[in-house]
């Protein structure tokens, strides 16, 4: 009787074991699916986004170095200028994305 009560024990043991595995991993995989069908998809993950689409409108008389480097990988810090960072998200997705180059003409 106790013998049972061992196997019992040992058997419910490993299926709680089991179940909490199964209950862990179904979770991951439905982080790792929100993350990527959510947040990846988006080019833009902090600027303005209270507006539904966001546009930056610069004169050329206003240019006031010979060229200006305008962010295009929507990390930089100093939006909607280039300060580098597509370097770091270059490094990071191989990714190739570099600023738009605006040169002044005189």
Known sequence: SNEYKSYL?????????????????????GAVLTFFLTSRGRINRSIEKEKSKVCHNVDIEDLNKGTTAYCRCWKSSKFPYCDGSHSKFNNLTGDNVGPLLVNKKN
């Open 9 to 29: 024990r040992i058997t419910m043991d490993s299926n709680v074991v089991q179940q909490v595995a199964i209950c862990a991993a179904s979770a991951l995989a």
